[in-house]
């Protein structure tokens, strides 16, 4: 257990320099994350980025998995946004695409309360929002940015560093984003789709345990969301298999399933 690993403190005084809050914010949070994060793939360590590409901030040093860095006072909305449209979605098929890290801290302490990675194939088109165009008056006119829907993401693909304050053992950290790395060689957006949405659907049942009668339940939904597809039944099967195989959940018998990924509890509001 390496749990000293992590300091929640974010070092304050780097920001001092820094008139504007989001410029403040993101020194903040990347002297913490070079400091304490570590790659949840492989336990290699980040390194920050130097170059002007906006959107990859650290690389591991060992398996050279991308990340990109965001941050937020308080609790995460539920949506944060994100670069341009376009790129974003060309973005989702692409295997080697940035993972993303979630910071979020407390503005009265300078603590972290929420440190998390999401692999970026957690993400789907339904996952990115379109936002408007920016004004004929703005100097980007035209311009469309994303926001990331963070309810539309399974909590499954949340891997927890800090959770509500509490430090999570790097062991567990490292198993959790194991846990869901099938879902890595999914390039097919529909078929990493149809995990996530069993994901979801699972999860919106707020329930330990459920039936396969009660996921049926989701046919009409399942099938307004897969139109192609005229097997959905099938098609929930065979995703609850790829879920036990995965060790996501558990088959009990007759129908019956465990959920066994533990991380169902939302995060507190501060
Ligand atoms: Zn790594």
């Known amino acids: 257990m390496i749990?000293?690993?992590?300091?929640l403190n974010l070092i304050s005084a780097l920001g001092d320099r820094y008139r504007s809050e989001p410029q403040k914010v993101r020194v903040l949070s990347e002297a913490w994350t070079e400091k304490n994060a570590f790659c949840c793939s492989c336990g290699g360590s980040l390194i920050r980025e130097q170059n002007n590409a906006r959107v990859l901030d650290f690389t591991c040093t060992k398996c050279e998995?991308?990340?990109e860095l965001k941050s937020t006072r308080g609790n995460f909305a539920t949506k944060i946004p994100d670069g341009a449209f376009d790129a974003m979605i060309s973005r989702?098929?692409?295997a080697s695409s940035p993972n993303f890290l979630f910071l979020g801290y407390d503005s009265v302490s300078y603590r972290v309360t929420?440190?998390?990675a999401i692999p970026n194939y957690f993400l789907d088109p339904t996952v990115i929002e379109k936002r408007k165009p920016l004004s004929p008056s703005a100097r980007r006119a035209g311009w469309v940015g994303c926001n990331i829907i963070m309810s539309r993401i399974p909590e499954a693909g949340k891997v927890f560093y800090v959770r509500n304050s509490e430090i999570i053992d790097r062991s567990a950290v490292i198993e959790t984003w194991r846990r869901t790395t099938f879902l890595q060689y999914?390039?097919?957006l529909e078929a990493r789709g149809w995990t996530l949405e069993i994901l979801r659907i699972i999860q919106s049942l707020n329930v330990q345990e459920f039936t396969l009668k009660k996921m049926y339940d989701f046919e009409i939904q399942l099938k307004m969301r897969f139109p192609r597809n005229n097997?959905?039944?099938?098609k929930i099967r065979q995703q609850l298999?790829?879920?036990r195989d995965a060790n996501l959940i558990v088959f009990e018998g007759r129908g019956h399933y465990a959920i066994?990924?533990?991380?169902?509890v939302s995060i507190e509001p501060t």
């Open 3 to 7: 749990v000293a690993d992590i300091d």
């Open 65 to 67: 998995y991308e990340f």
């Open 92 to 94: 989702l098929s692409d």
């Open 114 to 116: 929420n440190f998390f």
């Open 186 to 188: 999914e390039t097919n």
């Open 231 to 234: 097997f959905i039944r099938a």
């Open 241 to 243: 298999q790829v879920l």
């Open 260 to 264: 066994n990924f533990g991380h169902s």
